[in-house]
Structures are given as C-alpha cells and as structure tokens.
T-cell receptor, first 112, second 114 residues
Framework: GESVGLHLPTLSVQEGDNSIINCAYS??????FIWYKQESGKGPQFIID?????DKRQGQRVTVLLNKTVKHLSLQIAATQPGDSAVYFC???????????FGQGTRLTINP | KAGVTQTPRYLIKTRGQQVTLSCSPI?????VSWYQQTPGQGLQFLFE???????NKGNFPGRFSGRQFSNSRSEMNVSTLELGDSALYLC?????????????FGPGTRLTVL
C-alpha cells in the first residue's frame, strides 16, 4: 500500500549548521511531494513542494531534493535557527488530489 | 486574509458520546479536508469536501462523517466515541482548482475521549 516514511525520528543540530531531513516513499504513482513544518500547538505549515518532473527546488533557506530512482526525498535547511525547531513531515499525493499521505515526522532540535 | 479556523480548540468527551467539530476555510477556498493526527498513526486523511460534495475518503469507519455547507464551512462528526478516537483533528483548505495544490492547515481540535 501507500506509505511515506522518515529515516530518523529525531535530529539535533547546532545553530548555524545545515540540517538535512530525509524521507522515503513507496508509491511510484505519486507525482507531488510536500514538506510541512509543525510547531507545538499548531497545525502543519507548508514549507516547500516539488513535482515529480523536477529533482531539485529551492526556497528561502530550504531546498528539497527528489530522487525518483530510489524514491527518496530530502529537505535541507541552511543556517538552522532556533525558530526552525519543530516536527517536519513529508507528504505525497497526486497533483490535484487532496489525499495527502504523510510520513511519521522528524523532530528537529537546535542546540545553541 | 484570515487563516483556517477550527472550533472548538479542545474537547473532552466520554466513550459512546458523539462529537461535532467545525472548520472555516480561508475565504475563497472551496476544498476542505480533514485529517486525524495521533502519536501512533501520525497524520491520516479522513475525507475531503469540495462544493458540498465528498470527493475523497480515507480508510476510517462509518462513525466518522462530514459535510460541507454552501459557504464552504465544514463539519465532521464522530459518533459512538471510542478511546482510540482521542487525537488532534486537523482541517485544511485549498482553492480546489488543480492549478494550486497548496493546502493550508488550521490549528486543530484536540479531542480527548475518557
């Protein structure tokens, strides 16, 4: 069946370092992938997305990489800041559909 | 522009009761989806409504139902509550057109079943 998983449940990084959060997916038919950030007491917040016809997309301090060969997705956060502390989820679906399949999440902790 | 709002934010019920949760999407958004978030199962899709019609449904029992009104506001109902229904219920809205797939989530309703 469909599943999206994360390699690590927790990640600790030093403030100012780069963070890399990984995600594996299993549905080859998925063509749209999204990263969400969820802070305590809040709903998930959209960070960045990528369609399957791309392998890299950059935003402000964030980059998403998609490797369709090994069904792997990663989120890179440059110069990690205390405000980046949160749980990060990857999600997949088909473009235009609404049924997102989420991974279990990775908790990112920033050390001062 | 106001974000997605959900009411109530917290709710405590007992087993066997029923509950109704409400979601007001971003103005202009016609699609509303509901998700259940638990520590064990993570975020799971419940259903999606677009123009008052259910367009997609997840793998949840029939005790979970929803509806959407003409103003795009949505409600979800859980009948005969079970302990395992304790969760954060999240609502997300989007325009509903395929050109823009970004979903905007509300803060959620924390349901505790005793």
């Amino acid at each position: 069946g469909e599943s999206v998983g994360l390699h690590l449940p927790t990640l600790s990084v030093q403030e100012g370092d780069n963070s890399i959060i990984n995600c594996a997916y299993s549905n080859s038919a998925s063509d749209y992938f999204i990263w969400y950030k969820q802070e305590s007491g809040k709903g998930p917040q959209f960070i960045i997305d990528i369609r399957s016809n791309m392998d890299k997309r950059q935003g402000q301090r964030v980059t998403v990489l998609l490797n369709k060969t090994v069904k792997h997705l990663s989120l890179q956060i440059a110069a990690t800041q205390p405000g980046d502390s949160a749980v990060y989820f990857c999600a997949e679906n088909k473009w235009g559909a609404q049924k997102l399949v989420f991974g279990q999440g990775t908790r990112l902790t920033i050390n001062p | 522009k106001a974000g997605v709002t959900q009411t109530p934010r917290y709710l405590i019920k007992t087993r066997g009761q029923q509950v109704t949760l409400s979601c007001s999407p971003i103005s202009g958004h016609r699609s509303v989806s509901w998700y259940q978030q638990t520590p064990g199962q993570g975020l799971q899709f419940l259903f999606e409504y677009f123009s008052e019609t259910q367009r997609n449904k997840g793998n949840f029992p029939g005790r979970f139902s929803g509806r959407q009104f003409s103003n795009s506001r949505s409600e979800m109902n859980v009948s005969t509550l079970e302990l395992g229904d304790s969760a954060l219920y999240l609502c997300a809205s989007r325009t509903g057109t395929s050109a823009n797939n970004e979903q905007f989530f509300g803060p959620g309703t924390r349901l505790t079943v005793l």
